[in-house]
């Protein structure tokens, strides 16, 4: 399959059924830090329950409306990024990311949104990237600022989770949003 490099040691690579061990241990060895914010991957406890994470992703990318890519370091499996509610045909998707704590702070899931964004707006023409966030998982709302995503607004106490309602940010970004910045960015290269 594909290995997209995010430079400085790291790659994009297709998260599949075949990863599940891989998966597992990595899922391990973040989840605490992980499940801070989001219960991902919760019932991947074992390795039928991680393979049971990733067949449902692959069902989603067979359905055209989701699909799971992992972020390499190293050789190591540290996070990824994904693709939900993915809707080709009304132009809409909303993409999320993890990390375990040996990949943070290096600009990974920037770099990896930008291949999975590109892909959705200029390959599959998605108008509208949508990305949801828990109002205090301020490192994933820091990426979507850094990415040029707007915030449109606060579901208030949308989301129940360990006990606690907590509200949701939604930010997004529109196709020309997306292509003024890249464009913006491409030139300021030269």
């Not at 509208?128 to 979507?144: D, F, H, K, Q, T």
Request: charged share 25%; proline share 4%; with cysteine.
């Amino acid at each position: 399959m594909y290995a997209i490099s995010l430079g400085e040691g790291s790659e994009l690579r297709p998260l599949e059924l075949w990863h599940a061990e891989e998966f597992l241990t990595h899922l391990e060895r973040g989840r605490e830090f992980i499940n801070q914010y989001i219960p991902f991957a919760a019932k991947a406890t074992d390795v039928p329950g991680a393979r049971e994470v990733l067949q449902r992703y692959a069902d989603m990318r067979a359905a055209d409306t989701g699909s799971l890519h992992g972020i390499w370091l190293d050789g190591q499996l540290v996070g990824g990024v994904l693709f939900l509610n993915f809707d080709a045909e009304q132009a809409n998707c909303e993409v999320g990311c993890w990390l375990e704590p040996a990949g943070t702070g290096r600009g990974l899931v920037t770099r990896a949104m930008r291949v999975l964004i590109d892909h959705a707006v200029e390959r599959r023409g998605i108008h509208r990237v949508e990305w949801v966030a828990s109002a205090g998982n301020v490192p994933s709302l820091n990426v979507a600022r850094r990415l040029g995503f707007t915030r449109d607004g606060v579901r208030r106490e949308a989301y129940p989770y360990r006990g606690v309602r907590h509200d949701l940010e939604v930010w997004s970004v529109l196709a020309p949003e997306w292509r003024a910045a890249h464009t913006r960015v491409a030139h300021s290269d030269h």
